[in-house]
Structure formats: C-alpha cells, structure tokens
Antibody, heavy 118, light 105 residues
C-alpha cells in the first residue's frame, strides 16, 4: 500500500522560498499523477499543481509563476518550491497521488504545517 | 476556473439520519466529480470518484450521484465517525477546484 510523507521546514520567513519534499513508499511513481494541495488554517482546500509520470507539470495560475514541482525518481520523491512567500501562504501542505483517468486524489500524506512569519 | 459551490455550508444531524450534500459546478464537468471526507486534524480521504464510484474500503452508506453540473453526496444511516467536513472537487479542467466544504455536526 502506497504511503506518502511530506517533510520540510515548518517556519519560513516572508519573501523567502518554501521547499517541501514528499517521499513515496510502497509504490511506484509511474502511471500516476502527483499533486500538491494546501489548506490555510480553518479554511478550504486549494490545488497547487501536479506532476505526471513523464515529468510534465501544471500549476494553479493563482500562484502566478511562483511554484515549481519536480521529481527525483531514484529517491521516489516529489518536491514543491514556492517562492516569495507571504503570510497568505501559511497552510498545511499535502501531497497526493492522483489516479487516471478520473484524477481523484486517492492517497494523501498526513500534511505538514508551514507558517510564514519573521 | 470552474467554480464549485456546495450547500449547505454546515448541517446539524443525528446518528441514524440520512444526509445529503449538494455540489454545483459553474460549467459542465461530465462525471469528473470527487468527494472527500476530512476529520479534524487529518488529511482528506477520498470517498467517491467519478461522481458515483465508491472508493475501495469506503462503507456503502456513502453514495454519490449526478452528472453535468449538479451532484450529490448522500450518507444514509449516519454514524458517529461520519461527523466531519466534506468537500467536492472537479477534475475535469485545470486548475482543479474544490467546493468550500460542508461541515456535518
């Protein structure tokens, strides 16, 4: 059974870059899509972007070019980078596995809280 | 972007009740609609995909319906562990978007 685990700094200063890693165990990265989704405290879910098994990616335009998602196949890790962060980027960040053809997120990591504050 | 509107935002129910949550898309999304449950402090969990397909391991008291723009999630015989937040999500177009959530209290 696939397991996902997010990791990275819990505190990031304003204007700096948020960097998170999702380690996938118990399954292959191939044949699936991998997304990052975030949830500000007490609020709803926002899709950040995804990476497919070929390395292609797409992002939410609301993040205005600040986001990059990449993969390290040898380590079975998916990475998220979000630049020029502000307090509005404070959220729990989740990585998910999305299954074609419907692209529902059928596996989720437990999430990691990232706070943007000086 | 496709806007997803859930109703109600919250509802009060009792164990054993039948509960229905609706989700409306701002444009037609065929059957590309998913439902998630989120318990406090936990990651969301997929309940229903493709509008009406039950995810493996999810109790049969959960059911989904609809296509096009209007969808429903029904919980029959509400159980104590079902008191949670529920979100719909469209996976028809990018960016994927979620409803604002419905809290079952």
């Amino acid at each position: 059974q696939v397991q996902l685990q997010e990791s990275g700094p819990g505190l990031v200063k304003p204007s700096e870059t948020l960097s998170l890693t999702c380690t996938v165990s118990g399954g292959s990265l191939s044949s699936y899509y991998w997304s990052w989704i975030r949830q500000p405290p007490g609020k709803g879910l926002e899709w950040i972007g995804y990476l497919d098994y070929s390395g292609n990616s797409d992002y939410n335009p609301s993040l205005k070019g600040r986001v990059t998602i990449s993969v390290d196949m040898s380590k079975t890790q998916i990475s998220l980078k979000l630049t020029s962060v502000t307090a509005a980027d404070t959220a729990v960040y989740y990585c998910t596995r999305d299954s074609p053809p419907n692209m529902a997120s059928d596996s989720w990591g437990p999430g990691t809280l990232v706070t943007v504050s000086s | 972007d496709i806007q997803m509107t859930q109703s109600p935002s919250s509802l009060s129910a009792s164990v054993g009740d039948r509960v229905t949550i609706t989700c409306r898309a701002s444009q037609r999304i065929s059957y590309y609609l998913n439902w998630y449950q989120q318990r406090p402090g936990k990651a969301p969990k997929l309940l229903i995909f493709a509008a009406s397909s039950l995810q493996s391991g999810v109790p049969s008291r959960f059911s989904g319906g609809g296509s096009g723009t209007d969808f429903t999630l029904t919980i029959s015989d509400l159980q104590p562990e079902d008191f949670a937040a529920y979100y719909c999500q469209q996976s028809h177009s990018l960016p994927r978007t979620f409803g604002q959530g419905t809290k079952v209290e």
